[in-house]
């Protein structure tokens, strides 16, 4: 018996002018790689644009963009890869048009920024790239703005884009796939791994302490050598053999935080690390770093998630993206 051929699935990608080079060029490698992977042109695609004809991104990436058509012509999902310097009330209007159809939306990075800053999200959770992000609660009230890969809310998901892009598509493309399929194309695309969207985001400073000074490099050691029980910064600066007011100055030089606020972001994405990946007690995370008790690891992940440690145990899955089908 011969079994018929799945209908194909279509992407419509939305750029604007100095769009990001790298997401672009994500997306449409991550679906070639995939219709290569599964042996078919399953996964299709097109460029549109509110200024159709040759685009130019932001950097030496040149597309051909279709015209919008108002209400006509959706596919299955939409991409917005945005600019931050241009108009978008096209790709809104677009938004509305697929969320009418119950079609699925993705907003990367400046566009989820753009998105955020315009819409009052009143249930769930937005994300976005997180120097946008530190922008975005500096100027407003931000509560459900987390530092996740990707969130789900109201049919729209928002994204940090920019590398980690092909791993969104992939999950995207995983409720289609067999898993022997979405590890395949991992491989092909030389993924280390490929990280669920409640993951946090990459930007984790101290992974790259190497470049910094010794005195930043060594209190980063000592500050995660001391999660469950953290020190003083007076302490942390003795050992170090210099003084509070140096080791803030050298801090704020580098991440732009105090020590001290640096350490209990430390402690928090630690906890979020347990809850995700152990099925320790929440009390014994709070003990393990550093907390003391469920309350207060409550109140400092709720603020830096938009969800509180329980809510955020009991929703997550394995899976590529925690709301999409498992894999």
């Known amino acids: 018996m011969t079994i018929p051929e799945r209908k194909s699935t279509t992407f419509e990608i939305f750029v604007q002018r100095r769009f990001c080079d790298l997401e672009l060029a994500s997306v449409i490698h991550t679906l070639q790689t995939a219709n290569m992977v599964h042996g078919a042109p399953h996964f299709g695609w097109r460029v549109i ?13 040149l597309v051909r963009a279709e015209p919008v058509i108002p ?15 241009a108009n978008p009330a096209v790709w809104m209007a677009r938004i509305r048009s697929m969320r009418r159809l119950g079609r699925s939306v993705i907003l990367l990075a400046d566009a989820a920024t753009a998105f955020i800053a315009r819409t009052q999200v009143e249930t769930g959770a937005v994300t976005t790239h ?5 922008a975005l609660r500096e100027t407003q009230d931000q509560p459900r703005l987390t530092e996740n890969l990707s969130e789900s809310s109201n049919g729209i998901i928002t994204a940090a884009g920019r590398a980690a892009t092909a791993e969104l598509v992939i999950g995207l493309l995983a409720r289609e796939l067999r898993v022997s399929e979405i590890t395949e194309i991992g491989r092909h ?22 470049f910094y000074d010794k005195a930043v490099s060594d209190a980063l050691a000592i500050m995660e050598d001391n999660l ?10 003795a050992e170090l053999d210099i003084s509070q007011r140096c080791l803030e100055r050298r801090f704020r030089a580098v991440f732009d935080a105090s020590p001290g606020h640096y350490y209990k972001k430390l402690r928090i994405r630690r906890a979020h690390h347990l809850i995700l990946r152990t099925k320790l007690p929440l009390i014994a ?6 907390f003391g008790s469920t309350g207060s690891l409550a109140t400092a992940f709720k603020k830096s998630y938009a969800v509180t440690p329980s809510d955020q145990r009991r929703k997550h899955r394995e899976r590529v993206l925690d709301y999409s089908a498992e894999v």
């Open 189 to 210: 695309l030389l993924l280390p791994e490929i990280r669920t969207s409640s993951s946090s985001q990459p930007f984790a400073p101290e992974a790259f302490h190497k």
């Open 228 to 237: 469950s029980d953290p020190l003083s910064i007076v302490a942390i600066a």
């Open 285 to 290: 995370i709070a003990t393990a770093t550093g």
């Open 49 to 61: 644009s509110d200024r159709p004809g040759l685009v130019q991104g932001g950097g030496v990436c």
């Open 71 to 85: 209400n006509h012509c959706l596919a299955d999902f939409l991409i917005v890869i945005a600019s931050n310097t």
């Open 130 to 134: 997180w120097a946008d992000a530190v």
